[in-house]
Structure formats: C-alpha cells, structure tokens
C-alpha cells in the first residue's frame, strides 16, 4: 500500500486563524480524501481532492471554510480556516488502493488540531 | 438512524477468548464492505476486507449477509495486542466509505 505523510502532525491553534494540512504520497493515486474525527467519534468525510478541479465537498462542508488543493496526483492541502473550538478535531487524508477491484482506503497519519 | 450502527462496547475480555462484533448498514446498494482497526491516537488501518463468501485471515473471520444487511468479525484466542477499536466501513453511493462509530475491544491478562 501507498505510504502517506502528513505535516504536521499536531498543533494547537488560535480561534480566528487558519491552519493549511499537507498530505504527501510516495505514488501517484487519482483518489485522495480529507477526513475529519472528532474526539470520541468515528471519521466523517469532508470532501474528495480532485486533481486539476475543484473539490467534492460532502454535506455539512463548504469550500470557504476547508479549502483544498490538489495540484499533483501526490499531493494535496486542507486548509481549516477561521479556526473555532469547535474544530480541534484529526484531520485525516486517505488515498484509494488503485491495485485492488474494491474502495480499500489507506490513511495517513493524521494532524491533530486544538483551537483555544 | 445511522448508516452504520455498531454496538460502542467495551468489550472486555480474558486473553484466549473468542469475541464477536457484529455490525448493520442501512444501505442494500452499499457493494463493499470492511472493518479496520484503530489504535489509541493512531489513524485507522485495515484489518480485512468482507466478502460475500465470508472470509478469514489467521484468527480473524469476516462475514457478511447480505439480505439482513449485517456484517460480523469474530477474533479467535484474543491476544493482548488485539486490543483497539474496530470500525464497521461500508461503501455508500459513488463509492464513499462510511464508517462506524466503532467497537472497542480490551483484552485482559
């Protein structure tokens, strides 16, 4: 499976700023993803990196609040804007296994985020 | 109702035990189905994939029916190192994956 990396790995943050994640593959791969994992809570999809086109937000994620970018197929950003409390949360990027007939999905190691 | 339900456990047992997790999906267009397991403060991983025929790796066992849209994982002769949460994972439409709140396992020595 593909390995992913992820900086930085935690931070803690001001309410009002923004924090930029980056997501790094050491293979090409068409689908990336951005997830978020609340404390004690499962993972929820934020949107889909679409390479060379806007992003694929899911319910409840706009674009002005967690803009991506995604100018190669190895690599993208999410930037988690006008930071409140109620975002300290992982963030996660996940890649699709493109060898396989199935949705596997690997996941890096997270960026966890605390806004105080 | 949740998309994916699993009972939030713990799940504490002796080293050696057989537990069973089992999980429900609402979707009956969902195609793909997996559990991965989560460490404390790690990301998740994949344990298995499920298939319609069932399927086993080691002590692991996953199955899968389809008509009771139920998915289970059965852990034989638990180990110390199994102890995690394990995600229930289901493909939604166009192929998202939808997690599960998780169960999580301890096993005791």
């Known amino acids: 499976s593909a390995v992913i990396s992820q900086k930085p790995s935690r931070d803690i943050c001001q309410r009002g700023t923004s924090l930029t994640i980056q997501c790094q593959v050491d293979?090409?791969?068409?689908?990336m993803f951005w997830y978020r994992q609340q404390p004690g809570q499962s993972l929820t999809l934020i949107a889909t990196?679409?390479?060379?086109?806007?992003?694929?937000?899911e319910s409840g994620f706009v674009i002005d609040k967690f803009p991506i970018s995604r100018p190669n197929l190895t690599f993208s950003t999410l930037t988690v804007s006008n930071m409140s409390p109620e975002d300290s949360s992982i963030y996660l990027c996940?890649?699709?296994?493109?060898?396989?007939?199935?949705?596997?999905?690997?996941f890096g190691p997270g960026t966890r985020l605390t806004v105080t | 109702r949740k998309e994916v339900e699993q009972d939030p456990g713990p799940f504490n047992v002796p080293e050696g035990a057989t537990v069973a997790f089992n999980c429900t999906y609402s979707?009956?267009?969902?195609?793909?189905f997996f559990w991965y397991r989560q460490d404390c403060r790690k990301e998740p991983k994949l344990l298995m994939s499920?298939?319609?025929s069932g399927n086993e790796d080691g002590r692991f066992t996953a199955q899968l029916n389809r008509a009771s849209q139920y998915i289970s994982l059965l852990i034989r002769d638990s180990k110390l190192s199994d102890s995690a949460t394990y995600l229930c994972?289901?493909?939604?439409?166009?192929?998202?994956?939808?997690f599960g709140q998780g169960t999580t396992l301890q096993v005791k020595p």
């Open positions: 996940s890649v699709e296994d493109e060898t396989g007939s199935s949705y596997e999905q690997y």
């Open positions: 293979s090409q791969v068409t689908m």
């Open positions: 990196a679409n390479q060379g086109s806007e992003a694929t937000y």
């Open positions: 979707n009956s267009a969902s195609q793909s």
């Open positions: 499920v298939y319609s």
């Open positions: 994972v289901v493909t939604g439409n166009t192929g998202k994956l939808i």
